[in-house]
Structures are given as C-alpha cells and as structure tokens.
C-alpha cells in the first residue's frame, strides 16, 4: 500500500511514476474518496466535540431545572447526529482503503522504461547458449520421460498441470529442494515449514488480493492455497514490531505452490514449463530501508548462485516498468537456457517492495534514534523454482544413452551420478 501523505502531496509526481506501470489507475478517484474522507472525519470530530462541551454544561446545571432539560434534548440531538456521522465516516474510511488497496506500487527511479517483455534490460549473461548439447531434446521428448513424471494419471487423478513424480522423477525432486536449502542455509537464511493455506488478511498484506484473486485456489472458509511460500512468510510478522538491531532477517521456506495459471496453453506450457502445483524454495528478507536495494542485490546473488553450482547458463533480466509486477518496486529475473526448446526459462524473480507490503501488513521496527516504529522493507525472490531448473537438467544434461548426468553438487543428494529412464 502507498503513503497516502504522498498521494496527497505529490499526486502529479505519483501519476508519472505508475504511468511507468502502464496501469489503468484512477487517481482522482483515490484523492476524491480520500477528501470526503478526512472532511467526514473533521465534521465527526467537531461533533464530538460539540458533544463533550454539552455534556461538561450539563453537568454544571441542576437537575431538574429548565436549562438542564433542554440541555439533555441538545445532547440526544448531537449524540444521534454523531452516531450517524460515524456510521457514514466508517462507510467512507472502508471505501478510502479499498481503493488504496487498488493502487500499485510505485517503480523505483532505477526500472528501465518499457511496456512488454521484449524491453526488459539483459543486466547479466553467465554461460553460453551456443554451446553444443547434440544430444538435448524438449524434456517431454526425452524417451521414458513419462515413466517418471507421470502427467496422464495426474489428470485422471486431479486435472491437468499436477503431475505424478516416479521413482527417480520424485528422487531428483527431493534432491533439488534438499540442496536448496542446505545452500540458502550456508548463504545465511534461517529456515522455516510454513502453513501452506493463508487467510484473507495474509493474501492482502502481500499484494494477491485484490489483484491475483483468479489465479488462486480458494476453499470455503475461504482459505487461499500458497502460491509461493512469500505470502505465509512475510506475515509471519504481521502487526508487529521488530527490533531495529534485528535487521536484516533473512527466511527461506519449502513449500508446494499452487497457480491456477489461467489461460495458459500452447507449446511454451509443455511438461514441466508450466504446473498448476510445484514446489518451490522461497527467500524472504526483511530489511532496514536504508540498506533495501543492496539487500536486493545480495538476495539475487544468492540465487544465481545456485544455478552455477548446478552448471546452468542463465541471464539476469531487469524488469521494465510493464513487466514489473502490481506490488513490487524493482524485480530481476533469472532464466535459465533450455537447451531441447531453445529458448529460456524463468526460474526466479528477486524483488523489492520496499514498504508498500510492510504497510498492508503494519511490519515496524523500532528506530533506534527515536524509539518510533518506523516500516521495514520487504524483498523476496526464488531460491529456487524446482520445475524449469529440473527441464533444464534434464535438457541440457541428456547424455547419448539416454540418461542424464547429475551435476556434482547434486549426487549426495541423489545417491548416484545419473538419471535414467529405462
């Protein structure tokens, strides 16, 4: 959530900043409901005050008396005005923060312009996509590939883009997501099981409602399945405040992640591109303000880290402000190269709200200096996203038997140096 003091101050300077976003917002209507707002908020305080002065009269007067009736009518006229305005002013207030809630974050000044994909920025390259892998297929091509990533019966059991992992499919699984965190856990991140399900508030203090309602799965309660383990995460501090000599805090968590993904079809969805559940290791910091952006930095070091210990080539993409998301201040990507679909993969995004979630979710640390609470920055990004990292592998990896190598780093997580598909 913005600073609505921004907002109000600054509002031309706002305008330009998410017409960077290349967002329908409506600011006026923002400001408009803001303004009956604090105007609702001055009649209802005056009121009380009005209020508070008639009662203090009527207690000078006797009981019983002329003045002291006519008194009691004017405080029972005021109290029924104030009870009114106040149900009103509660009405305006629930309006003023949906529509707060409606409004994105700001870019940072360092987001490159653009609109689509095709103008995000290339900010690092690391190993080549021209070097020769005679042997790489599309991982779905890969003979027996079905054997141990079983897509039929996970239809049949659940619906499409849940998929079954077989044997050594679930063994390399199990693998990645142990080397993961073991990794993170070297780089600093303390590591934490999380609820898998969060609540509505949880959803809002991160950005997914009111923005993402569609892609996720909802149970009666209502209950949102995670989409990534950020949510449950970053509210693990929700309404609360953090000692400033606690900063930074660095968490990182397993859990399956579960997308509707919408719309999505076509070749670029195939095998393991894109799945409706996935598991995936998240790394999650909360932050000083001051020091937000070289966090960031080290946050998106830490998971292109993990892609070089497994041998992959990858670039680094800074995002432009259209393809920076609905709540994030600045976001890399990391993508990994397929070698079989030549093309790449997105396999972590490592991102900068700055306080706009902090907001929402009212995460404060004490300022040293002043003894104030003051908002934390948040930052996250995937450390990593098993399913494309494994296509990759699979990919690149693919021997002329047919069976895959292992990357070193992974074979005392697997047991053995190759994957095989007979």
């Known amino acids: 959530m913005l600073d609505p003091k921004i907002i109000r101050e600054t509002p031309d300077l706002v305008r330009a900043a998410l017409a960077k976003k290349h967002l329908t917002v409506d600011l006026d209507a923002v400001l408009a409901v803001d303004a009956a707002w604090r105007a609702q908020l001055q009649e209802v305080e005056q009121l009380r005050s009005s209020q508070k002065a008639a009662n203090t009269a009527m207690a000078a007067l006797p009981k ?26 509660k009405e305006t207030e629930e309006k003023f923060r949906q529509a707060m809630l409606s409004l994105p974050n700001l870019p940072h000044a360092s987001v490159p312009e653009g609109r689509t994909p095709e103008d995000n920025v290339i900010f690092a390259l690391h190993g080549s996509q021209e070097e020769s892998l005679p042997h790489a297929l599309p991982h779905w091509e890969i003979p027996g ?56 508030a949880s ?46 805090i660095y968490r990182c968590a397993y859990t399956p992640c579960f997308r509707r993904e919408a719309g999505s079809y076509g070749k670029d969805v195939r095998g393991l591109n894109r799945l409706h559940q996935f598991d995936k290791v998240e790394l999650l910091k909360w932050v000083h303000p001051a020091t937000s952006y070289d966090e960031l930095d080290k946050l998106r070091v830490d998971a292109e880290r993990l892609l070089q210990k497994l041998g992959l080539s990858y670039r680094v993409l800074l995002m432009c402000g259209g393809d920076v998301g609905f709540a994030q201040a600045k976001k ?63 990919e690149n990896n693919l021997q002329a038997d047919g069976r895959v190598k292992i990357p070193a780093v992974l074979v005392p997580y697997f047991g053995k140096e190759y994957l095989s598909f007979a």
């Open 64 to 89: 019983g008396s002329a003045e002291f009736i006519a008194k009691v009518q004017e405080m029972k006229a005021v109290s029924a005005q104030v009870k009114e305005r106040e149900t009103q002013l």
């Open 145 to 200: 590939f079905e054997k141990l990533f079983d897509f039929a019966r996970g239809a049949k059991v659940t619906g499409a883009g849940f998929p079954f992992y077989v044997g050594d499919g679930a063994r390399i699984v199990r693998a990645l997501l142990h080397f993961f965190l073991d990794e993170n856990a070297k780089a600093g991140y303390t590591e934490v099981s999380p609820p898998i399900f969060v609540n509505a």
């Open 203 to 248: 959803a809002t203090a991160t950005g997914q409602l009111p923005d993402k309602e569609g892609q996720m799965y909802e149970t009666s309660d209502p209950l949102y399945a995670v989409p990534t383990a950020e949510v449950p995460l970053t509210n693990f501090f929700r309404d609360e405040i953090v000692e400033e000599s606690a900063l930074p």
């Open 332 to 394: 890399y990507d990391l993508e990994v190269w397929s070698a079989g679909q030549k093309r790449w993969l997105e396999v972590s995004s490592c991102s900068n709200f700055e306080a706009f979630q902090a907001r929402r979710a009212q995460i404060r640390f004490r300022a040293k200096d002043n003894g104030k609470p003051e908002l934390v920055h948040t930052i996250n990004g995937s450390g990593l996203a098993v399913p494309r990292v494994l296509a990759a592998l699979l």
